[in-house]
């Protein structure tokens, strides 16, 4: 069957079609309209710009995706949308459009969970049969799957497809959220998850061609916030705060750039030494076949590499699992793929017709 996926929750305006096939996921187009530059003048998303963007951009988006698809409009089984959570305002352009595609075309809808979409990331273009049908091969349930996005970070145990349980999650500030704080407060701009992660490398990369860092610099450290606790909760806010209290201490090093490559690099490692704790703690507890991560901060590829190397370490048997780094992103395949398996499952295919009358964009709406 054939998808017709769109996303438009944040600062993407983004169109697929995918193709699915028994248990494999193909994505023929997969077109990301970005908005970055736009909102960097402002430090980060400005919800009603985004919408205006996002207007703007949608027709066109899909328009290309169809194009390179090479799919005609009637031979699309189904729209997928993002319906929640994310800014209402952005979000509603993408559910109005593909609410009046699916009047005008007589296609059914699907509203998709944003996070759902993050977490069948991982099955795109990959043989994902599950253990129950083939022993061989693709991603075993049940799943740990940790999302870490601009609004996300939790840990989410996936007994088999649909099914999630949310184990631990932040009490505060999501990790991206993190990311983008700190960035502001080290004038690094925004996202500043790419900034830090670029940085930090380039940190990595000074120390070890055994440059001298300066003594300050060396000295740095920042606190783990709840790696200690039992449960699988975690905590940003004061890692943040600890950062805000260093600069403020003397705002002229913020002119120094290895003190800024310090700084972003002992965060970023703040930030993995936590995620990468929790997730382990959470594997010897709920015993998963799987390991994945999923959301934009799993396009880190500082986390990618050293969640590997624990799980490798700690729990040999355990799979370890990512996304395509393109799809770890907001992207519209994502929620094509999200999509196709609940509509595998769905006993009442009908009643999708009728969609366009009745889905709501919900900011807070929550993974069933
Ligand atoms: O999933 P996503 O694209 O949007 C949301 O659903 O929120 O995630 C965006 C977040 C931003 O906070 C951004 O700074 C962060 O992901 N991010 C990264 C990296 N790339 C994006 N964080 C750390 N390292 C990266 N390489
Ligand atoms: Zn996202």
New binding site residues.
């Given amino acids: 069957m054939h998808i017709l996926a769109i996303e438009t ?2 600062d ?1 305006t983004a169109a697929a079609v995918i193709r699915g096939q028994g248990e494999k996921i193909g994505v023929l187009s997969n077109i990301v309209s970005s908005q970055v530059q736009l909102h960097a003048q402002w430090g980060g998303v400005v919800p009603n710009l985004a919408a205006r963007e996002h207007l703007k951009n949608i027709i066109p988006v899909i328009e290309r995706a169809l194009e390179k698809s090479k799919i005609a409009s009637r031979d699309i089984d189904l729209i997928a949308v993002t319906a929640g959570p ?1 800014l209402i305002p952005a979000l509603l352009i993408g559910l109005n459009t593909s609410k009046t595609l699916s009047y005008l075309w007589q296609k059914p809808l699907m509203g998709i969970h ?2 759902e979409g ?1 977490i069948y990331a991982n099955f795109i273009g990959k043989n994902q049969k599950s253990e129950i049908r083939n022993k061989k091969s693709g991603i075993k349930f049940p799943i740990l799957c940790l999302v ?5 970070t939790q840990l989410i145990y996936m007994k088999n497809h649909l099914s999630y349980k949310i184990i631990g999650q932040t009490l505060d500030d ?4 993190a ?2 704080k700190v ?1 502001r407060i080290l004038n690094l701009g ?5 900034a ?2 670029r940085i930090a490398s380039a940190w990595t990369s000074i120390v070890q061609k055994k440059h001298k860092p300066d003594r300050h610099s060396m000295s740095l450290s920042l606190p783990r916030p709840m790696i200690g606790s039992k449960d699988f909760n975690f905590s940003f806010s004061g890692l943040k705060t600890a950062v805000l209290y260093l600069v403020k201490k003397a705002p002229v090093k913020l002119k120094d750039k290895k003190f800024v490559a310090a700084i972003s690099h002992e965060f ?1 490692q703040a930030v993995i030494d936590v995620l990468v704790s929790k997730t382990i703690n959470a594997a010897k507890n709920y015993k998963p076949k799987t390991i994945s991560i999923a ?3 799993s ?3 500082e ?1 990618r590499k050293q969640l590997e190397k624990a799980v490798k370490k700690n729990l040999p048997h355990v799979q370890y699992q990512t996304p395509d780094i393109k799809y ?3 992207n519209a395949a994502m929620i094509g793929a999200a999509a196709y398996f609940r509509w595998q499952s769905e006993k009442n295919k009908k009643k999708f017709i009728n969609h366009w009358k009745n889905i709501e964009a919900d900011a807070n709406l929550k993974l069933k």
Avoid at 148 to 152: K, L, R
Avoid at 174 to 177: H, I, K, L, V, W
């Fill in positions: 929750s944040c993407e994310g944003h996070i993050h870490v996005s601009g609004g996300h999501a990790a991206g959220e990311f983008d960035a925004y996202p500043g998850g790419p830090i992660s970023q959301g934009g901060v396009a880190n590829l986390l770890s992103l907001d």
